[in-house]
């Protein structure tokens, strides 16, 4: 650490500690704030020591670079610093600025007293990384604010600002500005005979309804994070807080956080937590690249889709025009978002007068020339290439030069698209995921002749609307459809050899997945990939084997949810999939037109299907310079498809399993089904050398 081990106010030590861009606490940031202490503990003439951040927070908790190395468990390790700040004969005071997240809080709280500038926050995210607080959280928390309390902040990892921490009792008194100067001062008010107020040795008083308290935060739990461990593990060990000594307890949360920290949940989720970041990163061309302004924004389309990006933007501060066909069609897309909105009002996520202020930004029009000052505009029409071609040719000549034309095109040629404008550098895909509003990732495609700056800047914009985003390249589905596909095309080919809908179904949402493949055709609509499939028809090899399956339930009329019966059968107003005998029988009799004998199928064999063909086709993908790096498939998946976070994405997951048996088993299905399972050369080659897939990188000259 490059900063002095501390300031003298007075009689008052400041230890600043100093580990940019979050004050992660390191190894070395560790050992400088002991080195702090040891100083100002040695020193007569100081009474009082103050810890603080330098820079733009407290700390935003462990630095997770240095987690499963030898630095993590090098002395001092958190929990052993902790303990030596509560058990100070000097008092110290934590002055918070910013974040005081996980580990950060977790220092504050071994601290005599807190206090923080009023608009700090406070939090121990830690459950969102798959972990629990490993620094004492789990059993000084409670103490300090109360068992009920300090369970509902842990297992939600949600953030607190400095006013309800103050009124829970996590601070002591919160300042409008010079903190320093205010911490000093509280320091010095305390004098030398105060008692110190060790977080540790205050009781834990459990509630009458404890156990009943703790069963139900299970309940919830097990709803609400499916599958996940670190939920329940916080439970437990907030649970141990209230029958153990705060030295037993510790025992208990570290012993649970090793577990954790060493298992391949959270090992998943900080993959992902790493990979969304270096994903949302421009690529090599585009980081130096200067930012279009972007302030006013168009929307092609009020339906379901441009309604939701529509609202995303507005969310955001955004002025957006939002344009349909006929003023039907417009009021109804307008009706919609007043509705969404008023429901998260209703649930009181949203306040009123925000509500208003949002739905005002959003102007609606039939006219498409109202687009001509806009800066950026998103094309969410029907998924046809004509009306495609039809629209890009007016917004080539409507629009001002230098504005972004964008496409939510979910799957066509974003290259034949920008061909018919005579500015194919400003032409960009911005592929959203319904419901637009809600779901956070966001392809962005990047088409031959996109230019830099146009990728620069919709990422930022990306970034400001809260999207995770992901920069792909031009083909078929791009990323996340393109591997759909071999996904859907495996679970259709297991109803032919044997399983049923909900066999499928099941079993994949067992794995973790949010719906089962067949569920989630039913909900989007079936008619969606019938209509790719048709186009793509022409180009199908004859002697590659295609099921039938899917085509013979939309030619029956059942499309899904939205004609009561697709894969499933439903209930009016109901969206609950009931098996349907008339499907058995369309399945039967495709089977027998494709001379299939059908048998018994393992949910395993469901799982490995369609998991290493999703991991076959991202080989691919990657071979195609289509995506940039395996994590980013991960991102997508994970974000966009309802893959299991704690399985870190298709890729991750091959890696867990190890890539050598995946190779072995897709040899396999190659052999027994065909040159649709053909190893990937990519799959192969990564195999050969000892390689993982989710953190390979297109190499520069392709990507």
Known sequence: MSTPLFDRHGRVAVITWSNPPVNGISFALRQHVSAGLDAALADADIDAIVLTGDGRMFSGGADIREFNTPKSTSEPTTPQLISRI????????????????????????????????????????????????GGGGTQRLPRLIGVEKALDWIVTGKTVKAKAALEAGVLDAVFESDLIANAVKFAGQLGTNTALRATGKMPVNAPANAAELFEKARENARKTARGMEAPLQCIACVEASTRSSLEDGLTFERARFMELVNGTQSKAIRHLFFAEREAAKPPRDAQDAPLRNVQRVGVIGAGTMGGGIAMAFANAGYSVTLVEVT????QKGLGTIQRNYEATVSKGKLAAV??????????GTTDMRQLADVDLVIEAAFEDMTVKHDLFTQLDQICKPGAILATNTSRLDINSIAAVTQRPQDVVGLHFFSPANVMKLLEIVRADKTAPDVLATVLTVAKRIGKIPAVVGVCDGFVGNRMVSPYTREAHFLLEEGATPQQVDQALERFGLAMGPLRMGDMAGLDISWAARKRLAPTRPKHIRYCHIADRLCESGRLGQKTGEGFYRYEAGSRAPIPDPKVEDIIKACAAESGITRRAITDEEVVERTMYALVNEAARILEDGIAQRGSDID???????????????????ADTVGLPKVLERIREFHKAHGELWTPAPLFEKLVAEGKPISSYEVPTKQA
């Open 86 to 133: 509560e058990n100070l004969s000097k008092p110290v005071i934590a002055a918070i600025h910013g974040s005081a997240l996980g580990g950060g809080l977790e220092m504050a709280l071994g601290c005599h007293w807190r206090v923080a500038l009023s608009d700090a926050n406070v939090a121990l995210p830690e459950v969102k990384l798959g972990l629990l607080p």
């Open 635 to 653: 991102v997508i998946y994970v974000n966009g498809y309802g893959f299991p976070a704690g399985r870190g994405g298709p890729l991750f997951y």
């Open 354 to 363: 925000d509500m208003q202020t949002r739905v005002e930004r959003i102007r």
């Open 327 to 330: 003023d039907a069609n417009l």
